[in-house]
T-cell receptor
């Protein structure tokens, strides 16, 4: 079975603090894809990153960084020096490869509130 | 280029009425997905289209829900005899998909449906 768990329902931080959003996944596949999406108050999900299971290199994009660890089945997302504009719901998702296995499994999301 | 568009952005209807929600995917995207997001909840998969075919309709909550896609482009999600529990945001996403290639989903802004 496939599953994505985002145990943190809501996190509040003060602006400029660093914050890490956790994502733990379950899959029996050796090849799979992981995604993070941001859903700001406006509602539209914005794609942030995609990672395939063979690439365990951590990635940094500006204030955002992702730590992928297959050993712990985790794909955590860190925002450095958070800003009010980072306030949103963040979703982690898992996808199996191959035609016919098109379903994306989303976590329940983590609501991040960044206070000024 | 243009992203995924959905219409209407908001819909208020009375219980028992039928509603049609429309999704215009990104041009050239072969795969189209419908999701439902209830207040404060994660994304619930409804249906997936590859071209005009819907290989999996198992996510549709009841037989009051149906969807079609014509010309491999626009899709409509129809809810008949709406109930109050149908109130949610209905999200559409599209991606380039096929021949074993996994591509990222891009989401539309959603249709907020309120059934009174």
């Amino acid at each position: 079975a496939q599953k994505v768990t985002q145990a943190q329902t809501e996190i509040s931080v003060v602006e400029k603090e660093d914050v890490t959003l956790d994502c733990v996944y379950e899959t029996r596949d050796t090849t799979y894809y992981l995604f993070w999406y941001k859903q700001p108050p406006s509602g539209e999900l914005v794609f942030l990153i995609r990672r395939n299971s063979f690439d365990e290199q951590n990635e940094i994009s500006g204030r955002y960084s992702w730590n992928f660890q297959k050993s712990t089945s985790s794909f955590n997302f860190t925002i450095t020096a958070s800003q009010v504009v980072d306030s949103a719901v963040y979703f982690c998702a898992l996808r199996r490869p191959g035609s016919g296995t098109y379903k994306y499994i989303f976590g329940t999301g983590t609501r991040l509130k960044v206070l000024a | 280029g243009a992203g995924v568009s959905q219409s209407p952005s908001n819909k208020v209807t009375e219980k028992g009425k039928d509603v049609e929600l429309r999704c215009d995917p990104i041009s050239g995207h072969t795969a189209l997905y419908w999701y439902r997001q209830s207040l404060g909840q994660g994304l619930e998969f409804l249906i997936y289209f590859q071209g005009n075919s819907a290989p999996d309709k198992s996510g549709l909550p009841s037989d009051r829900f149906s969807a079609e896609r014509t010309g491999g482009s626009v899709s409509t999600l129809t809810i008949q005899r709406t109930q109050q529990e149908d109130s949610a945001v209905y999200l559409c996403a599209s991606s380039l998909e096929g021949r074993g290639v996994i591509e990222t989903q891009y989401f539309g802004p959603g249709t907020r449906l309120l059934v009174l």
